[in-house]
């Protein structure tokens, strides 16, 4: 095969063994690679109610056909697995050259299985699959340990994805980090990395990428790199994703403290526009990229030694203005703190605004906070709390490892109604009372409160609907950005290049040069509608019903307090109206759940007998 290696490797880290499993070509044209195809192993190797941090929930790994090739922002990988933070899909997209290493070394996806007795971690270098001694790494942060592996290899061209401290400790939200400045971050990929004991998984891969239109592929990314150094993608170049700090606020859409307001008084001076002359010292491009959007900040004025972080918009959004905390230096601190702690900055910051708004309001006192005055804007306490979490260190690092969702299950009181997620996956940093579709696409996610699902945003930023009215009509908009992504996500291309590559004609053309299929964009649309109802299939099988898409209980209940959406949320009754149009749209029962009828009309007859329900 072309694009493809036609190879899965299995490793049981239990049994301390690896196979790999041969995939031919129909399978990869109908999963398409990275999220397709990460989507339809763990639907096959997660036993049905599988607990997330037990040996037999399986961490897949997969690239898409396009990584190792000259096809631009493609070098990305994905990584599956049953969600300790939600109990249902986990999921999480990274960047840098860690995925076109595993291309390169010859797999398409990796299947992790089981526990080793001790601290291990996995080196595949090219077809030799190693499972080597990790006690010495165990402790080391996420950034410290890709140095370690990389100096005890002897080669500068391993590329590491492993754990810090929140991983090794369980924290429900930990990421995984790779080539530094990249992280798979969200829905706790990391904790199911650490419960296995697995450190790290390093590749080095010597191989080459077979592609069926070499000459063709050439000259179709000649153009597609040079539209991808034009004005469509200049924002990602100039500022990078921190420029949407005053967008958001201009819109009353930046959550400040833990969304009790949606506008914030130090926004511009935590925005792109101010951070950019004062503290960016260089961009960073993922392999093959002709966009590097990573903007790296160097804040030298801190007492205790300057402070290198790469910090982009949702970073901001959770650790600076929902914890009320408008001094970049600060931001900056905190967010190299979490990535070395290897923990998600906006479950983070989301949790921990919640804390500070419960212990504001009385719930948490100082004898839960171990003596932290946790109150908006304490820097110093946010801080101390991170590296709390990140060992489960006292009552407070305890309860905020667990993510929003469980912690105010166990706090109780009304603090349910502050805590701001869906699924139990922290929101990211859109105001969704006054963004009504993006209110109905980040709630339908398969992997709970997520902006990267759905371009849903994008519209009611852009004004191509009408943000503060809820519709019937966002139910087919959202479907089809869903399924648009499901495909950027299994090729798996940057979501950043979408200036670009924007349509599944262009998908096509790219794809079928590199693998030499001749699939067309209506295939590549049903595909995506494949992929999408086969998570939504693993969701219900793991217990989803139709409240678990309800927005949270601020959304539907406190309106925005000031700015230009201020009197704006989005009721029950119409979250109601627009969630039954998508399920509509989808060809799904009232209930949520996919029909037998549509499950069988995707390709997926097998999971029409599991969790299919019959037409109504
Ligand atoms: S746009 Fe940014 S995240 Fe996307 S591939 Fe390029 S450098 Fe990586």
């Known amino acids: 095969m072309y694009g493809y290696t036609g190879k899965v490797l299995h490793v049981d880290l239990s049994k301390g063994e690896s196979s790999v499993e041969e995939v031919d070509e129909a399978y990869c044209r109908k999963y398409i690679g990275g999220n397709g195809l990460g989507t339809r192993l763990l639907y096959d190797h997660a036993p049905a109610g599988v607990d997330p941090l037990s040996p037999e929930n399986p961490l897949i790994f997969a690239v898409g056909p396009l990584a190792g090739t000259t096809a631009p922002t493609s070098g990305k990988y994905i990584v599956h697995t049953k969600s300790p933070l939600t109990g249902f899909l986990g999921e999480a997209v990274s960047s840098g050259y860690w995925g076109q290493a595993l291309k390169q070394a010859g797999y398409d ?230 990535d070395r702690m290897g923990i998600d900055t906006i479950s983070a910051g989301v949790t921990l605004g919640w804390a500070m708004e419960s212990y504001e309001k009385g719930l948490l006192t100082k004898e839960d906070t171990d003596g932290l005055d946790l109150k908006f804007g304490n820097s110093e306490a946010l801080l101390e709390a991170i590296e709390m979490i990140a060992y489960q260190r006292g009552k407070l690092g305890k309860l905020l490892a667990m993510g929003t969702k469980a912690a105010a299950e166990q706090l109780g009181g009304d603090s349910w109604k502050w805590a701001m997620h869906n699924k139990g996956l922290e929101y990211p940093g859109y105001d969704l009372r006054g963004l009504k579709m993006s209110c109905l696409g980040f709630n339908t996610s398969n992997r709970g409160g997520c902006h990267l699902r759905n371009s849903a945003y994008d519209w009611d930023l852009k004004g191509k609907v009408d943000r503060f009215t809820a519709s019937e009509e966002y139910g087919a908009l959202v479907m089809a950005r869903d399924d648009h992504y499901s495909i950027t996500d299994s090729l798996i291309l940057c979501k950043f290049s979408r200036g670009v590559l924007d349509t599944y004609e262009k998908f096509a ?108």
């Not at 942060?141 to 810090?164: F, K, P, Q, T, Y």
């Not at 010597?206 to 034009?230: I, N, P, R």
């Not at 900040?297 to 650790?319: C, K, N, R, T, W």
């Not at 898409?549 to 406190?558: G, H, L, S, T």
């Open 109 to 338: 996806a990796i299947v992790i299985k089981g526990k080793s007795e001790k601290p291990v971690y996995l080196f595949i270098d090219d077809r030799k699959i190693q499972i080597r001694d990790a006690k010495h790494l165990w402790g080391t942060d996420a950034l410290e340990v890709l140095d370690l592996i990389r100096d005890e290899i002897g080669d500068d061209n391993v590329s590491s994805a492993s754990i810090g401290p929140g991983g090794e400790n369980l924290v429900r939200y930990a990421n995984i980090t790779n080539d530094r400045h990249r992280q798979a971050g969200r829905t706790g990929v990391g904790c199911v990395m650490g419960s296995k004991n697995l450190k790290a998984v390093a590749v080095r891969g010597t191989g080459s990428v077979k592609v069926a239109d070499m000459e063709g592929t050439l000259e179709h990314c000649k153009e597609l790199y040079d539209l991808c150094q034009g004005p469509l993608t200049g924002a990602y170049r100039s500022l990078g994703t921190q420029v949407s700090v005053m967008i958001h606020q201009n819109q009353a859409a930046l959550p400040t403290r833990n969304w009790q307001e949606s506008v914030f008084e130090f926004a511009e001076k935590i925005g792109g526009e101010y951070i950019h002359p004062r503290w960016v010292v260089k961009t960073i491009a993922c392999a093959g990229c002709p966009i590097g959007c990573d903007h790296v900040s160097l804040v030298q004025e801190d007492p205790e030694g300057e402070v290198l972080a790469s910090v982009e918009f949702e970073s901001i959004y959770a650790l600076g203005s929902n914890c009320g905390i408008g001094h970049f230096p600060d931001v900056n601190k905190a967010v190299d703190l979490c």
């Open 509 to 616: 053309k790219i794809y079928n040069l590199v693998t030499g299929f001749d699939v067309t964009a209506e295939e590549l649309r049903q595909a995506g509608e494949r992929i999408w109802n086969l998570e939504k299939a693993f969701n219900v099988r793991e217990g989803w019903t139709v409240k678990d898409d309800y927005p949270a209980y601020r959304i539907m209940n406190d309106p925005i307090t000031a700015g230009v959406a201020a009197g704006h949320l989005v009721t029950e009754e119409e979250f109601k109206m627009m969630h039954k149009a998508y399920f509509r749209e989808r060809g799904w029962a009232e209930n949520g759940v996919p029909t037998k009828n549509k499950l069988r009309e995707l390709g997926l007859h097998y999971i029409a007998d599991e969790i299919g329900v019959e037409d109504e």
